[in-house]
């Protein structure tokens, strides 16, 4: 009798372990493929290295990998920015595990110093090095890149944005880490943004975005608010009717509630009143702090890009 009571007890046991163990197996082969915050990181830092080594080949991507450099489908390290001797001074990075974006703002160079002669592929250094802006987005499934979304823009003598060579440091600002009191909500990030796209199409009045007194707004390294050429405000700005762009095929994909920042692509198009306007695909980046925003850093093609190659609707 007792025989039979151990028996029946422990095939009890070991149905109630299969579904837990069967649950524990697809936890376990989730994890395996999935990518968490230094997971995506380290993505950033393979792809970092192979820009400046100039080894595209050593990448982890998928078959169905997809490129684009300023809106044109390519393929990946076969534009200008790619090359031997290659240096990146300024460095940002911003990743989201849910939606699997890794997102990089940087500087790249043909300023390097010689290199050794005994260094593999040694190449000299650029008579005339040249400089880019440059940004580029990631997709990560399945521990492969899926996506590669690469902007660079070379700024011509007189052109508009900062001396390239002069950014080195980004502002840590975006890297701080906020109050539980101080933070927003991913719906609350995404509606501060939503907000400041609105005020620059003049969808709504300014005053009804959020802004934070503190409030900067920096475009490939320059100040374009609280300046002495642009002296309105994050908000004031748009006292000038002129200062307007109608913001297309907005796309989301960095929300990181502990930093209050929130990034999003949007096409900034010309609006048919200022046929003057440059329009461009545009990197915005948030930081939101108190429900306001306080920071805006920017980065785009300077002299204009009229497609993302992503997308849906006008701007994609």
């Known amino acids: ?147 590669v979304e690469e902007i660079a823009y070379e700024r011509p003598e007189g052109g508009f944005g900062a001396d390239p060579s002069t950014l080195t440091l980004a502002d840590r600002i975006f890297d701080a880490v906020l109050p539980v009191e101080e933070r927003s909500t991913k719906a609350e990030l995404h509606s501060a943004a939503e907000a400041y796209f609105d005020a620059v199409g003049q969808e709504i009045d300014y005053h009804k975005a959020p802004w934070h007194p503190e409030c ?39 929300y990181d509630v502990p930093r209050g920042i929130v990034l999003a692509v949007g096409n900034f198009t010309t609006p048919p009143e200022y046929p003057t306007n440059n329009g461009s695909v545009v990197f915005e980046l948030f930081k939101v702090q108190d429900g306001l925003i306080r920071h805006i850093f920017a980065f785009f093609r300077g002299n204009g890009q009229l497609h993302s190659g992503w997308g849906t609707g006008p701007g994609s």
Do not use: H
């Not at 820009?51 to 997809?66: I, M």
């Not at 002495?228 to 994050?234: A, H, L, M, V």
């Not at 748009?238 to 297309?248: C, E, I």
């Open 1 to 147: 009798m007792l025989g039979r009571i151990v028996f029946a007890l422990a095939a009890m046991t070991t149905l109630a372990l299969a579904p837990m163990t069967a649950e524990a197996g697809q936890r376990r082969e989730a994890t395996a493929i999935s990518c968490d915050r230094r997971c995506l990181l380290k993505f950033l830092t393979d792809y970092t290295e192979a820009l400046t080594d100039n080894k595209p080949g050593d990448l982890a991507v998928a078959p169905s990998l997809r490129v684009t450099y300023n809106g044109v489908v390519g393929q990946l390290g076969r534009n200008e920015t790619w090359g031997p001797a290659r240096r990146l001074p300024y460095r940002q990075v911003l990743v989201d595990p849910e939606t699997g974006a890794a997102i990089f703002y940087g500087i790249v160079t043909q300023s390097t110093r010689p290199t050794r002669p005994d260094t593999p592929g040694a190449a000299a250094p650029a008579a005339t090095p040249r400089w880019w802006f440059y940004v580029v987005r990631l997709k990560i499934s399945n521990r492969r890149i899926t996506e």
């Open 216 to 254: 900067q707004r920096i475009e490939l390294g320059v100040f374009t608010v609280n300046a002495p050429r642009t002296s309105g405000s994050c908000g004031g700005e748009f006292q000038t009717p002129s200062v307007k762009w109608t913001v297309r095929n907005r796309r989301y994909y960095i």
